[in-house]
């Protein structure tokens, strides 16, 4: 993840410094990268919100079609019959990704366990929002002094978000170079973690389809908040999700070698085991084995 937070914030520089810089080749440099930092904010609020990961290669590789496109957008503002159409493009780009932003800091709420996101994700739906709005208003056709005056919110806007988010994230491992699973703290509360093995592995509890945290706290008759806490800190997962899918694959693993159970199909036994579709159970599996549920078997 560490290319994501550092081309972010050489963006969010280099956007800073657009006002402050000369026209000349130093100049173009600092625009080219400060087009990106809409995609650059996108990709971060990815990296934080979700446990997902993404190839170096494929970030890159990304950016570049999203460079271009600004490029082109610019390249027609001296073009008099298009340039307010060039404009619109370019702002609707931008608004697309701080939207995308925003349904990632919300996408998974309910599943995360991570408690310093959980109050995160509150703060960046309001920053993108609020600095997402100003910018909007600021590239708009108003008097000067309204222009310098919304640049200048905007600019402090983003500087008093970034600043934030620096403190709060200050063990930068946590949220964003954290092993799945992490390491789990020492554990003060094995009674609790006893009776979930219990309850998921014996029982089989995680076969349910669609389970929650709210429906396991039910289950083992604990509070939500507190059974939040020990799977993530005592156990090491940052997500439900990831939490139930371990069980789920350790069951998937024993029927795929099991010699009673090869008369069933892979999707048979996704679905036997809880999981609601096909895509996610491959997904799940190949993160947790590195291989495919087939190439699995064919062992």
């Known amino acids: 993840m560490r290319p ?9 520089i280099c956007f800073l410094l657009l006002d402050r810089v000369p ?3 130093a100049f173009e440099a600092i625009v080219t990268a400060a087009f990106l930092l809409p995609y650059t904010t996108w990709r971060l609020s990815r990296a934080i919100f979700s446990d997902e990961t993404w190839a170096t290669r494929k970030f890159f590789g990304y950016a570049i079609p999203v460079l271009i496109w600004y490029h082109a957008c610019a390249y027609f503002f001296d073009h008099e019959a298009i340039s307010v159409y060039a404009a619109m493009l370019m702002r609707i780009t931008t608004i697309s990704f701080l939207v995308l932003s925003i349904i990632e800091s919300q996408r998974g ?6 408690k310093g996101r ?3 994700r509150k703060f960046f739906i309001y920053f993108v929002a609020i600095t997402g709005l100003i910018t909007v208003l600021s590239e708009t056709s108003m008097g000067y002094t309204d222009l310098l005056t919304l640049k200048l919110v905007q600019r402090g806007a983003i500087l008093i978000f970034s600043s934030y988010f620096l403190i709060v994230n200050s063990q930068w491992r946590d949220h964003f170079f954290a092993k799945k699973p992490q390491e789990p703290l020492a554990t003060t509360n094995q009674a609790i973690i006893d009776r979930i093995n219990e309850v998921m592995a014996d029982q089989q509890y995680f076969k349910k389809e669609g389970l929650t ?6 289950k083992l008759g604990e509070q939500e908040y507190k059974l939040r806490a020990v799977i993530n800190q005592e ?3 940052r997500n439900f999700p990831a939490f139930v899918n371990s069980f789920r ?3 998937v693993k024993n029927l795929l070698t099991d010699t009673g159970s090869a008369a069933l199909t892979i999707q048979e036994i996704a679905f036997e ?8 159970f491959n997904r799940a599996f190949k993160a947790a084995t590195n291989q495919t549920p087939k190439e699995f078997r064919g062992q």
């Open 23 to 25: 026209e000349g080749r």
């Open 273 to 280: 085991v809880g999981f609601s579709s096909i895509g996610p």
């Open 118 to 120: 959980i109050k995160l």
């Open 249 to 251: 694959i350790n069951e």
């Open 213 to 218: 945290i709210g429906q396991l706290a039910e």
């Open 4 to 12: 994501v937070v550092y081309t972010f914030l050489v963006t969010l």
């Open 235 to 237: 156990m090491g997962y």
């Open 109 to 114: 709420r309910k599943d995360d366990l991570v």
